[in-house]
C-alpha cells in the first residue's frame, strides 16, 4: 500500500482529521497518547473508499455482514478506561471487525489477542493490519465468548459488541488487577461496563449507555 493511500487527500486529509481530535477533546477525551494515535492512525484505509470521505466523521461506519466500524469517540474513551490504571502489557480484544480498534490499541500496548467470528472480517482485518506494519497482534477467526484462554490471562479485556449478558468465561480470563470494558444489554438498552478484578474480587462500574452490534456465537 502506498504511503500516499496513508497519507489521505481532500476528505481524508490531516485538517479533517485535526477536527475529528478537536470533537473528541470537546466530549471529554484527555489521555493525549489516545488522541496521538486516533490522529496518527488512517481510519480512511479501514473502511470501504465509497464512504472514504466520511472517515473523520464521528460516527459508526457499515464494513459490510451488518457490521459496523465503531465511533472515533467510542474507540478513544474505551482505550483511555482500559490504560487508567497504568500500562497493559497483554490484552484481548473481542470483535477485530474491520481491526481499527486494534490498530489504536496497538501503539499503546505490548500485546493484543483479537478474535473475530465472520471469516472475511477476519481475514481482510489481518491482511489489513500486516500491511501497516502492525507486528504486536495475534488474529483468531473464532467465537469470543469462549475468549483465548492459551495467551491469558489479560490485563485489558475489551469486547467492540454487545452480549445480552456478560460472559463469565471472558471475566475468568481476567489477571488480577485486570480491567475489562464491555457493552451489555439488547438493542436499544446497552450499558457500558467496566469490570476490575482486586484481592476482594470483581468489581463492576456502569460507565453509561452505548450502542454496539450484537455479541453472537458461533462463526460464520
Ligand atoms: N472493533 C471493531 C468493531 C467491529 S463491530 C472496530 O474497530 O471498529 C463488532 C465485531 O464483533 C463484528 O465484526 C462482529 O462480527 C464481531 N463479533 C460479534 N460477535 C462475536 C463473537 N462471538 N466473537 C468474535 N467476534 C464477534
Known amino acids: 500500500m502506498s504511503e500516499a493511500r496513508f497519507a489521505g487527500i481532500g476528505m481524508t486529509s490531516a485538517r479533517t482529521r485535526e477536527r475529528l481530535i478537536q470533537r473528541l ?14 490522529r496518527s492512525v488512517p481510519r480512511h484505509i479501514f473502511i470501504d473508499e465509497a464512504l472514504a470521505s466520511r472517515a473523520y466523521e464521528d460516527t459508526a461506519l457499515p464494513i459490510g455482514f451488518g457490521q459496523t466500524i465503531s465511533q472515533p469517540f467510542m474507540v478513544a474513551y ?9 500500562p497493559l502489557y497483554n490484552v484481548l480484544e473481542i470483535g477485530t471487525g474491520c481491526g481499527y480498534q486494534s490498530a489504536v490499541l496497538s501503539g499503546l ?7 473475530e467470528r465472520i471469516e472475511s472480517l477476519f481475514i481482510a482485518a489481518k491482511r489489513r493490519l500486516k500491511e501497516m506494519g502492525v ?3 495475534s488474529f483468531r477467526h473464532g467465537d469470543g465468548y469462549e475468549g483465548w484462554r492459551a495467551k491469558g490471562p489479560y490485563n485489558g479485556i475489551i469486547v467492540t459488541a454487545a452480549p445480552v449478558e456478560v460472559p463469565p468465561t471472558l ?5 488480577m488487577g485486570g480491567r475489562l ?8 438498552a446497552q450499558q457500558l461496563i467496566l469490570y476490575t478484578r482486586n484481592e476482594q474480587g470483581l ?5 453509561g449507555p452505548a450502542a454496539f452490534v450484537p455479541l453472537q456465537a458461533g462463526v460464520l
Open 25 to 38: 477533546i470537546e466530549q471529554g477525551i484527555k489521555n493525549s497518547e489516545v488522541l496521538e494515535r486516533i
Open 171 to 175: 471475566l475468568s480470563q481476567l489477571a
Open 135 to 137: 507486528q504486536n497482534i
Open 109 to 115: 500496548v505490548s500485546n493484543i489477542h483479537t478474535i
Open 181 to 188: 470494558i464491555m457493552p451489555v444489554g439488547v438493542d436499544g
Open 203 to 207: 468489581q463492576d462500574k456502569i460507565l
Open 78 to 86: 474505551m482505550t483511555e478506561v482500559l490504560l487508567e490504571a497504568g
